[in-house]
């Protein structure tokens, strides 16, 4: 599986290269750590999930010498390890920039959204394809938007707000209760997958 990892990494060489000075920089506009170290998280997690969707790609995965299992497996952890990657460069970034430590609470809070965003999305990838879930997304957006225009003009507001009462709260139990919440999430999330991709036929 950890070949499985490195090929993820080595194929993500060249928008890792990219994104990842692009986060760097950005950190310098000193804009909101949160919604960027989301956004790359996705965009790299995702476009990793993307390369592997290729017909041709599938059938020589499926033909190598790995069990379904350990190929969506090594999504999953994969992952994992591009938000670390993401997470270090907002890390490093703000400690060289400003010479501060990033709050534990913004990191735990980008690492724990990016794990639900995952959660829910490699399930239904495997399901469908990732095509339907930009259309999923897009359709969630306008209802957003309509939500917004139409019946809570404030919601950005609200959201916001919930986000710093949640980032200003000092209690560790909360946090133990979150984190393991968002675990049991990915794990259940990552079974399921295995179990979709399992039934699969190519």
């Known amino acids: 599986m950890l ?3 490195r090929k993820d990494i080595v194929l993500q060489k060249y928008t890792l290269l990219i994104l990842l000075p692009i986060l760097f920089l950005d950190l310098f506009l000193d804009g909101s750590r949160i919604y960027v170290g989301i956004l790359f ?3 790299i997690i995702m476009q990793s999930f993307l390369t592997d ?3 041709s790609v599938h059938y020589l995965l499926n033909s190598l010498p790995y069990t379904r299992k350990e190929i969506v497996s090594s999504k999953y952890a994969g992952a994992c390890v591009f938000i670390f990657l993401v997470l270090l460069t907002i890390f490093i970034g703000n400690l060289v920039i400003y010479k501060e430590f990033v709050p534990w609470g913004q990191l735990l809070f980008i690492a724990g959204f990016v794990a639900v965003f995952v959660s829910l999305a490699f399930p239904f990838s ?4 990732s095509q339907y879930l930009m259309i999923a997304s897009i359709v969630l957006f306008v209802l957003y938007f309509v939500i917004v225009a139409k019946f809570i003009p404030d919601m950005n507001d609200r959201i916001r707000g ?3 009462t ?3 709260l000092d209690d560790a139990l909360l946090y133990g209760g979150a984190i393991l919440a968002v675990t049991l999430l990915y ?14 036929v190519f």
């Open 3 to 5: 070949h499985l990892i």
């Open 41 to 43: 998280s996705i965009a």
């Open 53 to 55: 969707e290729k017909s």
């Open 126 to 129: 495997y399901l469908f394809k």
């Open 162 to 164: 919930t986000v710093q």
């Open 166 to 168: 949640l980032l200003s």
């Open 187 to 200: 794990l259940f999330s990552w079974m399921l997958s295995v179990r979709i991709y399992h039934r699969k």
